[in-house]
Structure formats: structure tokens, C-alpha cells
């Protein structure tokens, strides 16, 4: 079992940046990728970043070249720099933690809500 804590969430104007971050406790050894999702209001949760153990990174096509995924293995922490914030950002954030293969699972965080307003 693998337990997450997001924070970093908060209220900036279009144009601004953020930093959250992802703290992973429990089974960590386990766990293969790393990575954010978000849900606008009323959407569905979509895509941000994923990162694997080995360090290859995904994402979305909404956020690449806004938003960079870093993960601190020695940490056991995973964090989304986002940069040039626009309103349609708005969105819950959900950190994710899972493993593809073998024993499989599926963490998420509770969310913290990122809010790009001026």
C-alpha cells in the first residue's frame, strides 16, 4: 500500500507558477511510475506527467513545454514545476503512484486545487 500527500496548491494569476509537490510513503519499493493528473471542473481527469524509475518522462499534450516533472527518489517525492499558468489551468491536481507489472496498483493523493485567475 502506498499513501500520498500533495501540496503546493493555491491561487496565482495567468502568467504565474507554481511548484507541487508529492510525498509517497508505505510500499515504496514497489512502485514504478510517478506522475500528476488533473480535472478541470465539469472534465475528466486528464494527463499532466508521469515519470518512471529509470527517469523517462510523459506528458500531456494540453501541458508539454509548460510543465516539468522532477522525481527525488531519494525523497520519495515527486514534483510538477508549472510555469506560464493560463485560466484554463484550473484544475483539481492528483498525484499518482502505481506499478505496471506484476503485482499492480494504483494510488492517488486526495488533490490540491490549482486556481489561475487574475
Known amino acids: 500500500q502506498v499513501q500520498l500527500v500533495e501540496s503546493g496548491g493555491g491561487l496565482v494569476q495567468p502568467g504565474g507558477s507554481l511548484s507541487l509537490s508529492c510525498a509517497a510513503s508505505g510500499s515504496i519499493f514497489s512502485i514504478t511510475v510517478m506522475g500528476w493528473y488533473r480535472q478541470p471542473p465539469g472534465e475528466q481527469r486528464e494527463l499532466v506527467a508521469t515519470?518512471?524509475?529509470?527517469?523517462?518522462?510523459n506528458y500531456g499534450d494540453s501541458v508539454n513545454g509548460r510543465f516539468t516533472i522532477y522525481r527525488d527518489n531519494a525523497k520519495n517525492t515527486v514534483y510538477l514545476q508549472v510555469n506560464s499558468l493560463k485560466p484554463e489551468d484550473t484544475a483539481v491536481h492528483y498525484c499518482?503512484?502505481?506499478?505496471?507489472?506484476?503485482?499492480?496498483?494504483?494510488?492517488w493523493g486526495q488533490g490540491t486545487q490549482v486556481t489561475v485567475s487574475s
Open positions: 515519470s518512471t524509475n529509470a527517469g523517462s518522462t
Open positions: 499518482n503512484a502505481r506499478r505496471i507489472f506484476g503485482a499492480s496498483f494504483n494510488s
